[in-house]
């Protein structure tokens, strides 16, 4: 008797139903399978990434691998067109190879094992590719440049430096603005520098083998966070660690939200955990990377506090003095170990000067200074500053209202702190694509509607397509957004039909049955 596969290598399901003239059988449980032909499917599509990254990626200014030599010609004309298409062609089948996988994983044909092979076989050769889609890699260089050179990178900018390669590669948008990052990652960014000098390109790999620390600590704390919030490991792997935005923006990128969110989940899971000091310490340091954890504290406070033996208010004042206590101690550590001060906190305000609609009230606020332009000539920036006021307002009683929702603590608590990370970074000032997965990855532990899981893809892949791959904004370029708005839509419909454009009407949904993922 032989075995057939599918067209992505994997077994089909079992049968529970013989035909008529058949004696009843008892159903046999076929072991999970590995989906070798997706898994591979999605690394050529990363490989490809990694070699068209040369030409279309964010590549530096003087770049001493290709330079002047017989490969130049991929970063110039028709050379960048070509290399740039190819990108964008292993970027397809890198989302091509997840939705697959997320079938197999929705209809219980792979776990957990071969999603995060999946996930290695597609993120290894990001770490190695020139960044993409992003140029922020080269603004971290130079703020780990900075205090090695004798500057506070808290007081100035890039700018000031006297190094050419590392000057020379950072966006003018943010040549004299000081880092809004934490004293964790300033001592990341000096250690990497400290190594690699002015190699830009062993600085970049570097940066981003440090970063993906990150994707490390959230695949140890994945099984944690959905034993406690409900949802299945596969999913949540999936989600969270396979996906694009994980793979191609905050790898690819790279982004130092990775190493944020890492740490985030893991003090999350060990709060849940009751190992509360532990748990307060890892946070701390997922705040002394980038201060959007913070959001997350008051939520964990609650945590604590239900597991105490008295009053819901003696419990919350123990738990809170003490996460209080914990945080000062670990972030003045992390703070003298540094060498930096705390200047950071009032550079927390530089993402404030991006203006993109992706920020909610940004975009109402070009809205609303559209529609009054059409009788009034007015300058842009005063209805984009009211509305923010307005947008700031509305976040901070989110926050405040979902922490009150959250006094009972237990997992409950952790996914109103999910929706309060959404809520800050679609509310705040400025919005970017990978913002995003400060709430994601904790969310991606909850229990889901496979329509649910559709929409989660749509915007994954939209919110990578926001930006070239050479780091570009292209939110106002309205075409290619409706075209990568198609393309996303596509794909979320692709996870539940094999012909989600009905071309062929005779195939039937993929996944038909129960409104949600079983456990």
């Known amino acids: 008797m032989t075995t057939t596969t599918d067209a992505h290598g994997v077994p089909p399901a079992v049968s529970t139903v013989d035909n008529a003239t058949s004696a009843p059988a008892t159903p046999r449980r076929r072991a999970p399978a590995f989906p070798t032909r997706t898994v591979t499917l999605g690394t050529i599509g990363s490989l490809l990434i990694l070699v068209s990254a040369l030409g279309a990626g964010a590549i530096l200014a003087e770049d001493?691998?290709?330079?002047?030599?017989?490969?130049?010609?991929?970063?110039?004309?028709?050379?960048?067109i070509l290399a740039t298409l190819v990108l964008y062609t292993g970027f397809a089948l890198v989302v091509w190879a997840w939705v697959l996988l997320g079938r197999h994983v929705l209809a219980g044909r792979v776990g957990a094992r071969p999603v995060l092979i999946a996930a290695a076989c597609w993120t290894i050769p990001m770490l190695f590719s020139?960044?993409?889609?992003?140029?922020?890699?080269?603004?971290?260089?130079?703020?780990?440049?900075?205090?090695?050179?004798?500057?506070?990178?808290?007081?100035?900018?890039?700018?000031?430096?006297?190094?050419?390669?590392?000057?020379?590669?950072?966006?003018?948008?943010?040549?004299?603005?000081?880092?809004?990052?934490?004293?964790?990652?300033i001592l990341l960014a000096k250690g990497v520098i400290s190594i690699t000098g002015t190699n830009m390109i062993g600085g970049v790999i570097l940066m981003k083998l440090g970063l993906v620390v990150g994707v490390a600590l959230m695949v140890w704390a994945m099984p944690g966070l959905v034993r406690h919030l409900g949802g299945k490991l596969p999913v949540a792997l999936w989600l969270a660690v396979a996906g694009?935005?994980?793979?191609?923006?905050?790898?690819?990128?790279?982004?130092?939200?990775?190493?944020?969110?890492?740490?985030?989940?893991?003090?999350?899971?060990?709060?849940?955990?009751?190992?509360?000091?532990?748990?307060?310490?890892?946070?701390?340091?997922?705040?002394?990377?980038?201060?959007?954890?913070?959001?997350?504290?008051?939520?964990?406070?609650?945590?604590?506090?239900?597991?105490?033996?008295?009053?819901?208010?003696?419990?919350f004042a123990r738990a809170c003095a003490c996460s209080v206590g914990i945080f000062v101690v670990t972030f003045a550590a992390a703070t003298v170990v540094s060498g930096v001060n705390l200047g950071w906190i009032s550079a927390l305000d530089a993402p404030t000067a991006i203006v993109n609609w992706l920020s909610i009230p940004t975009g109402a606020?070009?809205?609303?200074?559209?529609?009054?332009?059409?009788?009034?000539?007015?300058?842009?920036?005063w209805f984009v500053t009211a509305v923010r006021i307005i947008g700031g307002a509305l976040m901070l009683w989110i926050l405040v209202r979902q922490w009150w929702l959250a006094r009972d603590g237990g997992p409950d608590a952790i996914r109103r702190a999910a929706i309060a990370l959404f809520a800050f970074a679609v509310l705040s000032p400025a919005t970017l694509p990978w913002y995003l997965a400060w709430g994601f990855v904790i969310a991606a532990a909850l229990r889901w509607e496979r329509r649910q899981l559709a929409?989660?893809?749509?915007?994954?892949?939209?919110?990578?397509?926001?930006?070239?791959?050479?780091?570009?904004?292209?939110?106002?370029?309205?075409?290619?957004?409706?075209?990568?708005?198609?393309?996303?839509?596509?794909?979320?419909?692709?996870?539940?039909?094999?012909?989600?454009?009905?071309?062929?009407?005779?195939?039937?949904?993929?996944?038909?049955?129960?409104?949600?993922?079983?456990r």
Request: aromatic share 10%; charged share 15%.
């Open 244 to 315: 694009p935005m994980t793979v191609v923006h905050l790898v690819g990128g790279p982004h130092n939200d990775i190493l944020m969110v890492g740490l985030l989940a893991v003090g999350t899971v060990m709060v849940l955990d009751r190992r509360h000091v532990l748990g307060l310490v890892v946070v701390t340091l997922a705040v002394a990377v980038k201060a959007t954890a913070a959001v997350a504290l008051p939520f964990l406070v609650w945590v604590w506090a239900g597991h105490l033996e008295s009053t819901r208010w003696r419990n």
């Open 130 to 185: 020139p960044p993409v889609f992003s140029r922020d890699a080269y603004l971290y260089i130079a703020y780990g440049t900075l205090p090695l050179h004798g500057y506070d990178p808290y007081s100035v900018g890039p700018g000031i430096l006297d190094v050419d390669p590392v000057v020379d590669n950072v966006d003018s948008f943010w040549q004299a603005t000081p880092a809004p990052y934490g004293p964790l990652f």
């Open 64 to 80: 001493p691998l290709i330079g002047r030599g017989p490969l130049s010609w991929i970063r110039y004309g028709h050379g960048r």
């Open 455 to 518: 929409v989660l893809v749509t915007f994954a892949v939209f919110l990578v397509l926001t930006y070239t791959p050479a780091g570009d904004d292209l939110l106002y370029d309205w075409l290619f957004m409706a075209i990568a708005a198609g393309v996303s839509i596509l794909a979320g419909l692709s996870l539940l039909r094999r012909d989600p454009l009905n071309l062929f009407p005779h195939h039937e949904p993929l996944l038909p049955g129960g409104p949600s993922v079983e």
């Open 365 to 381: 606020g070009e809205i609303l200074h559209g529609l009054v332009g059409i009788f009034a000539d007015l300058p842009k920036v």
